[in-house]
């Protein structure tokens, strides 16, 4: 990872010292644990060894660490500690963690006292320094006790994906789709609320470099993909053509310094180049782990590169339609063109065919896009919509129901879950129309909903609620 991108924790303990926390070794046992999860995680640790007793102490300790510009402060009440520690403490970070641990013993002499002066931090956070807004999230145990180190690290996930978000640039190239107004958005808050840099292009730049890239390299290109692929039944043309805008978009990739794109692909690639470029973002996704969100959808392009940045798998996220439902099976098809990485097939591999609706009910034929069914898998569903105030999130599994769905690439989504509670299928195309949340969805292999709701609360940006159908007229959820 960037170093300019490498989270930076710190770590310190607190404690009376007529309280053991040496004698229980309350200090060693966390710092070797975190750097252990350090190195895994890949993050900067920076952690003072010993305990703060006193005032003089905190200051001195709030001033050494605040020069390291730390982006988490993990805040150990490794025994009984004075309230007044916390301001000067609570000033290190943006962000911080209240950590309590267990009483050693359950009888006679108290050893600790962690718990009360954790939650006495909380509560001195909340109702006595609450002109400062500070953000914390609570832990009880050990570091190397599975609830500890199973709520460590998501925070640590949702803080590696703010930080690369902070310093993120987004191509947007050809702007979004004709009529696709509930993609527009506000590029301030965007930046205000992620730190995202817009960079702006015409499909015409892409075009141009796409026709200058040597022959034998856009040969060598299209071969590889055909090789990635089960079958191939693109006409040439549109292959040699997709091979070229994949070197092209890497070649903008690459000196404008981006980290995800936004890209037009219908109509004006069409009209400039006679081709649908589905294939191209198809490869970036799966063979770069690059986000390309198709028709310019700039907040899904936020979206697929913030689950990306948390996420272990190597592939990008996709972005996809709710395309249609199938009662029988409680399942819902989401579906696009033809633009998902093809590692979300699994062993069904991908197929790169003519353009499945451009040029139809014609002679004409625009290619490529990429033809692959889901396997079955868990998935996150995910949206930082409506200018980047909301984040819907959702979790499905992709199943088997019988039916292939349409052509293009798809799967079959059922036993959704929004915000973590179980949602029936109704109820949850209900909560996106009743409420007109933009119809394109970001979707991730695996369960990133923990990390994507931290990020938010972090964020301050609220989550989707359910709405549950009704017979009657719902605006936002309520009676009109």
Same mark, same amino acid.
């Given at each position: ?9 710190? /770590? ?7 309280? /053991? ?13 975190? %750097? ?22 905190? %200051? ?18 490794? +025994? ?27 009888? *006679? ?8 002066? &954790? ?34 690290? !998501? ?12 310093? &993120?640039?987004? #191509? ?40 200058? !890239?040597? =022959? ?18 693109? %006409? =040439?043309? *549109? ?16 000196? $404008?310094?981006?980290? +995800? ?18 294939? +191209? ?9 690059? &986000? ?31 395309? +249609?439902?199938? =009662? ?47 396997? =079955?898998?868990?998935?996150?569903? @995910? /949206?930082? *919509? ?10 499905? $599994? ?5 039916? &292939?769905?349409?052509? *293009?690439?798809? #799967? ?8 973590? $509670?179980? !949602? ?10 009743? %409420? ?7 979707? @991730? ?23 549950? !159908? ?11």
């Amino acid at each position: 990872m960037n170093s300019g991108r490498r989270v930076k924790i710190g /770590y310190v303990g607190v404690a009376f010292g007529s309280y /053991y926390a040496d004698e229980h070794n309350q200090y060693g046992r966390a710092i070797r644990g975190l %750097q252990a999860l350090a190195e895994e995680m890949d993050f900067d640790l920076v952690a003072v060894d010993s305990g703060v007793p006193d005032m003089e102490t905190a %200051q001195q300790v709030a001033a050494r660490l605040s020069e390291e510009r730390i982006d988490f402060l993990l805040l150990q009440t490794a +025994a009984c500690a004075s309230g007044e520690l916390l301001e000067p403490l609570a000033e290190i970070a943006p962000r911080m963690g209240i950590w309590a641990t267990p009483e050693p013993v359950l009888q *006679g002499s108290i050893q600790l006292h962690s718990l009360v002066s &954790a939650s006495h931090y909380a509560s001195i956070i909340r109702r006595y320094l609450t002109d400062r807004n500070i953000a914390y999230k609570w832990f009880y145990g050990h570091i190397d006790e599975p609830d500890v180190d199973r709520r460590l690290r !998501i925070t640590i996930r949702a803080l590696q994906g703010i930080k690369a978000m902070a310093s &993120a640039r987004i #191509g947007w190239i050809g702007g979004i789709s004709p009529g696709f107004y509930n993609m527009h958005f506000e590029e301030d808050r965007l930046q205000e609320r992620f730190g995202v840099i817009i960079g702006r292009h015409t499909i015409a730049e892409v075009v141009e470099l796409a026709r200058a !890239i040597h =022959p034998d390299s856009a040969d060598s290109m299209v071969q590889a993909a055909t090789d990635l692929a089960t079958e191939v039944t693109a %006409q =040439p043309l *549109g292959m040699d053509r997709n091979a070229r805008v994949y070197l092209a978009l890497g070649q903008l990739i690459r000196s $404008e310094g981006y980290d +995800a794109l936004a890209v037009q692909c219908w109509p004006t690639f069409q009209e400039e180049y006679h081709m649908a470029p589905c294939m +191209a973002y198809s490869l970036l996704g799966s063979e770069d782990g690059f &986000a390309v969100s198709c028709e310019g959808d700039v907040p899904g392009a936020v979206t697929m590169l913030l689950m990306n940045s948390m996420s272990p798998v190597h592939g990008s996220s996709t972005l996809l339609d709710l395309t +249609a439902l199938d =009662p029988r099976s409680d399942a819902a098809l989401f579906w696009h063109c033809g633009v998902t990485p093809r590692h979300f097939g699994g062993d069904n591999g991908i197929r790169w065919v003519d353009h499945v609706t451009l040029g139809r009910k014609s002679d004409v034929s625009f290619g490529v896009s990429g033809d692959l069914r889901f396997a =079955p898998q868990q998935t996150t569903i @995910a /949206y930082a *919509g409506d200018d980047f105030t909301e984040m819907f999130i959702a979790t499905a $599994e992709v199943i088997e129901t019988g039916n &292939a769905g349409f052509e *293009g690439t798809r #799967g079959w989504f059922s036993k959704f879950r929004l915000n973590g $509670e179980p !949602i029936e299928l109704n109820d949850l195309v209900n909560t996106a129309v009743v %409420q007109g949340h933009e119809h394109h969805f970001a979707v @991730a292999q695996g369960d990133l909903s923990s990390e994507l709701a931290e990020v938010a609360a972090w964020l301050g940006m609220r989550t989707t609620r359910p709405v549950p !159908i009704q017979d009657y007229l719902q605006v936002d959820g309520l009676n009109a």
